[in-house]
């Protein structure tokens, strides 16, 4: 059975439009995965408030004890600050699949329908799942995309460590993935994206 995806919380920033000296405000996207029997929060990220989170799940007739996986796309304040919430799941992020305070080795081939990649760029520690559905491939990618082609270029990320492993990061994805869920802006389909260059 494939899996299914839905984004909880559509992210959102206005760090590509805020003033120098303005306030920032910024919320990831929330994803949530169902496969088979994992309920598998992606970057559960940062909110006004954690009831905004509760509540999208109570939508889905779930509770934060429901989800048994959390997983990080990178190790940025904005995409993990919630992740206590949800005490009781396992944590996969960059170096380990914590269980408890047990850490182990993760496997790129998390399930028949999960893989997980390394992409970094954006930062070193990024992850990008992508995730067989009925729709295609999506690829949760936290910020190697923050939208659809931006920042564009790369190297206008101010908080990309390496752009040149961002523009390879971006290529790998647009060529496995159908869809892309960025890590602040609405889905988009791959074959409306154009490579970008540095």
């Known amino acids: ?27 990831c996207s929330i994803t949530l995965i169902k496969d088979n029997k994992n309920l598998i929060l992606v970057d559960p990220g940062v909110l006004a408030n954690q009831k905004i989170l509760i509540d999208a799940l109570k939508k889905e007739n779930l509770t934060v004890n429901d989800i048994n996986f959390v997983f990080l796309t990178h190790s940025h304040p904005d995409h993990y600050m919630n992740a206590g919430l949800f005490a009781k799941a396992n944590q996969l992020e960059f170096y380990a699949l914590w269980e408890g305070n047990v850490a182990k080795e993760w496997k790129q081939n998390f399930s028949e329908n ?13 992850l990008t799942f992508f995730v067989k559905t009925s729709k295609g491939i999506i690829a949760i ?3 190697v995309f923050w939208k659809e082609n931006f920042p564009n270029p790369p190297k206008n990320d101010p908080y990309a460590d390496e752009p040149n492993k961002l523009v390879e990061s ?19 389909k791959t074959k409306n994206s154009f490579l970008l260059q540095s």
Do not use: W
């Open 170 to 188: 971006r290529k790998l994805i647009l060529k496995k993935a159908d869809y892309v869920i960025p890590g602040h802006g609405p889905m988009f």
């Open 114 to 126: 999960i893989e997980i990649i390394k992409t970094p760029g954006h930062e070193k520690t990024s």
């Open 1 to 27: 059975m494939l899996a299914e995806v839905k984004v909880l919380i559509q992210g959102y920033t206005n760090a590509d439009s805020v003033a120098t000296g303005g306030e920032e405000k910024t919320c």
């Open 141 to 143: 990618c936290g910020d």
